[in-house]
């Protein structure tokens, strides 16, 4: 099979908001603890974050991590997590029916975040709590001092103020199985009085109010019309979440669910857009895409759990190869929306769902979702191209018209470099592309990265660290204007020129 594209520097998306590859910690299994916190780990330092973690997080780059939650936000008293370690409470934890031990609260964590050099997305809890609490933690946070909770800060050893730009209204309030559930217009409500008291403390931040947990919820769109009706001069993001599983073990229809989250990218701008065209505002609705993911393998596991533990192995899926194939997907697909997604999360980042996993005193090592995740931030740094892209296609059992070929292209400006992402999506046979850069005169390949496999199955696991991994072995090539590349069958591939 063959595929074309064509790339033109003048052909743009946007310049790529670096956010779009952030991720997201949640106190929720073994994320934090046993996870980033481990005191006493060979690997850990003097405040009981391990170092080992902080290394990998430092290779794929991630410049923004939401925290605390996620489910977790709903029931949280963040002051509990403020002062003293000794003094903190261990209180029954519901979303996920754990005890949260408080060792790690919001000093702490702003604290690791930079060592991993990242800026926090900050969640408040408008699920138990509400416009006071959140009001309070932004003082807390942002203000520089004397005032109640700006002092308090202070007084726990942190002189300057935290600084955080951007923060959830909640998590996931459309959802029956949140703490302090709402329908959209009491959610709609409390998002608008929050969002006004927090920028009346701090009118320098940033707001992403919630939109559907997926796309499959009975309120969709609805629920976002209803909540930008109350929020849409008040906040600047709205946000998306979606998690595929290859439950019945089609990949053809698995790999297809890129298509997806594209639908439901372009579903919630038009339901921004609408509200827009209501208000007849001048501003523009931004997506923050702040959890998204594979996620189903630990399902079964995790219903055998018994309640009441501290920091159980909670949404610990192991990743395939297959699962690395969908993600390099739904990161083109994230970039080829670049114009309208300025925040993206996979969800997560350490043993929960995550591309990093430990072992308790152990360990840590690279799931096979690492790569397309790290290659893509790495080298996606730059403007997003508009490709004209023409693929063969397949229907499966969901979806119609899947092009084999899932691809986009980033020109970074800065250091002239261009680089193209492509998955083939062909279970039997690899695809020759031709991409046409004759605007992009004397370039050539510096090397074309493959993530490859005999095995879609194949995982990366602590006694086998390094079954996954990508080669630089792919045989891209440009000559008079066009690279001619053979795409292995079922692969992933990061082409980059310069
Ligand atoms: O990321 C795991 C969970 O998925 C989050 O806590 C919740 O927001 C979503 O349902």
Redesign the pocket.
């Known amino acids: 099979k063959k595929a074309k594209m064509i790339l033109e520097k003048d052909y743009k998306i946007a310049e790529v908001d670096k956010r779009i590859f952030g991720s997201?910690i949640?106190h929720?299994g073994r994320a934090v603890y046993g996870g980033i916190y481990e005191p006493g780990h060979p690997e850990a330092d003097e405040k009981g974050f391990r170092k080992d973690v902080i290394n990998l997080i430092n290779e794929i780059g991630v410049p923004l991590i939401r925290y605390p939650?996620?489910?977790?936000?709903s029931g949280y008293n963040w002051e509990d997590g403020i002062g003293p370690v000794e003094q903190r409470p261990a209180r029954l934890e519901l979303?996920?029916k754990t005890v949260e031990p408080n060792y790690v609260g919001t000093n702490e964590f702003m604290e690791w975040a930079k060592l991993v050099n990242s800026e926090v997305n900050m969640a408040v809890n408008l699920g138990t709590r509400g416009i006071d609490a959140a009001r309070n933690l932004v003082e807390y946070c942002n203000h520089p001092s004397g005032s109640y909770w700006s002092d308090l800060r202070v007084s726990h050893g942190y002189k300057e103020p935290h600084k955080i730009k951007t923060w959830c209204l909640g998590?996931?309030m459309d959802?029956p199985?949140?703490i302090g559930h709402k329908t959209a217009d009491e959610y709609g409500r409390i998002a608008q009085e929050s969002a006004k008291a927090m920028k009346w403390v701090d009118p320098t931040i940033e707001l992403v109010a919630c939109g559907s947990?997926?796309r499959a919820m009975k309120t969709y769109a609805e629920w976002e019309a209803t909540v930008l009706d109350h929020t849409y001069e008040h906040v600047e993001y709205l946000s998306l979440?979606t998690?595929y599983g290859n439950r019945d073990n089609d990949l053809p229809n698995f790999l297809g669910r890129s298509l997806d989250m594209d639908y439901f990218i372009k579903e919630i701008i038009a339901t921004c857009d609408y509200i827009k065209a209501k208000k007849r505002s001048k501003k523009t609705m931004y997506l923050s895409f702040d959890?998204w993911?594979v996620?189903f393998h630990s399902n079964a596991a995790d219903r055998k759990l018994e309640p009441w533990s501290i920091a159980p192995p909670q949404?610990e899926d192991v990743y395939t190869f297959e699962d690395a194939l969908l993600v390099g997907c739904l990161l083109i697909t994230l970039l080829r929306n670049s114009d309208r997604v300025k925040i993206a999360c996979m969800?997560?980042l350490v043993n929960?769902?995550a591309p990093i996993m430990t072992d308790n005193g152990g360990d840590a090592w690279r799931q096979t979702i690492f790569y397309p995740y790290m290659h893509a931030s790495v080298y996606g740094r730059g403007v997003a191209l508009n490709p004209i892209i023409s693929s063969p296609k397949y229907d499966s059992k969901d979806f119609t018209d899947v092009p084999y070929l899932e691809s986009t292209a980033v020109y970074n400006e800065e250091n002239e470099e261009l680089t193209v992402f492509a998955v083939n999506k062909d279970t039997e046979a690899s695809l020759l592309l031709d991409v046409d850069i004759r605007g992009f005169v004397g370039y050539q390949v510096v090397e074309h990265i493959v993530l490859e496999h005999d095995d879609v199955k194949a995982t990366n696991t602590a006694a086998h660290p390094h079954s996954v991994v990508p080669h630089n072995k792919g045989g891209a090539a440009a000559k008079d204007g066009y690279i001619q590349a053979s795409l292995p069958k079922l692969s992933w591939n990061v082409i980059r020129l310069k």
């Open positions: 997201f949640e929720l939650g996620g489910n977790f936000v979303a996920w998590n996931e959802g199985w949140q947990s997926n979440h998690y959890e993911n996620w949404l969800a997560q929960v769902i």
